[in-house]
């Protein structure tokens, strides 16, 4: 039976990912049929640039593909079967002040982690909502997948405010690290093993991985990881930035701390908090890593390509945040029955751990369908750090939703990152200025 073309919307659509995503589609055609892409972004000038680059790179693709840009929201989530979503509400500057401000009171400045990480939930969860409701309303038979941060945040939102929408949160950092691990193994792709995994979103551990005759895979890792973390000694591992590289190697203390799983790198910056404050430029974040160079290169590239009216010596390529994206979407409309690590509701798969928190675990996805697989009942020492996270992210959805100071106070007191109240106040209030274009009044 010949597969449905898909019609596909691509949410943020001035991102520095979307040309990587639209390349994927483009070559994955085979598998995943396309009948038409849209981008959307409520940024004009932003997404033009990046809608004309990849209007070209769609055109000497697949002409058959139809491509539009638009701010219109009923134009853009009219007639579509997914919507890929990655906004960053705020872009860049603002995920500079998520990162500085806490680094200014002596606490772990992060994207997703930490008091950073609550300030740019608080601006995404609005936002989000949003765009669900205008899925529903245009075209209700549509999946959503959002890869929007900080995606626990966030799915937690999603759980409160529309708990039984067509939405789907994922995050391709694990998929990365198992890109890492299948090279230190000196196989071709992840796609050569299995893992188990549980957790919360950038805050699990991997307990298993065999490859497909089930042989255990984990001692050679173990090994690896005792010496050199998830550091690369190759040319793929080691051009990425000084930040990148230094979160790669915490994995080896991350390990002797936990030494029977292999830990998310994330994990460094509530377990090693002291630490990564003392060896970061706070002057030099993360952020400004990003706009010097993705940034930077990303509209040059863009720019370049619309000049010279072709994309054909494009460095664009396909990553493992859009295979991710692109092969989720073709296990929920094909069946593919494959297995993907999701952002779902516990629901009794962690046996210990409550029904209502957002854990990311393996689920097998079919047709309009997933379905969480029995992890079992987890340690001690994994259970209090992830109930302590969960708190900290529920009270910042209660806070959100309620309006209440106290109770986002209170989810940056619960947030390991941050030693006490009093911080916490100090880096609360000073968030509050810096976000007072995007949170909620606080009460």
């Not at 940024?43 to 693709?61: D, L, N, P, S, W």
């Not at 995920?95 to 992060?110: A, C, M, S, T, Y």
């Amino acid at each position: 039976m010949e597969k449905k073309k898909q019609r596909i919307l691509i949410a943020g659509g001035g991102s520095t990912y979307t040309a990587g995503i639209v390349t994927m589609l483009l070559e994955n055609t085979d598998e995943f049929p396309i009948e038409s892409i849209k981008l959307y972004d409520n940024f004009e000038e932003r997404q033009e640039r990046v809608a004309k680059a990849c209007e070209i790179i769609v055109r000497e693709h697949n002409p058959n593909v139809k491509f539009s840009y638009t701010t219109d929201p009923e134009e853009a989530f009219t007639d579509v079967d997914f919507v890929m979503a990655q906004i960053r509400v705020g872009l860049f500057k603002m995920r500079e002040l998520d990162e500085k401000i806490p680094f200014r009171h002596g606490v772990v400045g992060q994207e997703t982690c930490g008091p950073g990480g609550i300030a740019y939930g608080l601006r995404t969860i609005g936002p989000l909502i949003e765009m669900i409701d205008y899925m529903e309303k245009y075209s209700p038979n549509a999946w959503m997948l959002n890869y929007s941060n900080p995606a626990a945040i966030v799915a937690e939102a999603c759980r409160r405010l529309r708990p039984d929408s067509r939405v789907i949160n994922i995050c391709d950092m694990p998929i990365c690290l198992e890109e890492i691990f299948a090279r230190i193994l000196g196989m071709k792709s992840r796609k050569e093993f299995d893992v188990r995994y549980y957790g919360l979103n950038h805050f699990g551990w991997w307990t298993q991985i065999r490859d497909h005759e089930g042989n255990d895979l984990m001692p050679k890792l173990k090994e690896y990881v005792k010496e050199k973390g998830y550091e690369e000694f190759t040319p793929q591992g080691q051009h990425k930035e000084s930040s990148w590289l230094d979160t790669m190697r915490a994995a080896k203390e991350l390990h002797l701390m936990e030494p029977e799983t292999l830990p998310n790198t994330y994990l460094k910056y509530y377990l090693m908090a002291d630490e990564t404050v003392e060896h970061a430029d706070p002057n030099y974040t993360r952020a400004n890593e990003i706009m010097d160079r993705r940034e930077k290169d990303t509209i040059e590239e863009c720019e370049r390509i619309i000049a010279a009216g072709t994309a054909k010596d494009t460095w664009f390529a396909s990553s493992e945040h859009a295979q991710f994206i692109v092969e989720l979407a073709c296990a929920l409309a094909f069946n593919t029955k494959e297995r993907f690590l999701l952002i779902v509701p516990n629901n009794g798969a962690i046996e210990n751990f409550p029904d209502d928190a957002m854990v990311e675990i393996p689920c097998i996805v079919g047709k309009d369908q997933y379905e969480p697989m029995s992890i079992g009942t987890i340690p001690t020492f994994q259970k209090g750090l992830m109930e302590q996270q969960v708190a900290s992210e529920k009270l910042a959805v209660e806070a959100y939703i309620e309006g209440s100071y106290q109770k986002l106070w209170q989810s940056f007191i619960m947030n390991k990152t941050v030693p006490s109240g009093k911080v916490a106040k100090e880096i609360l209030d000073d968030m509050i200025e810096a976000n007072k274009d995007y949170w909620p009044e606080l009460k």
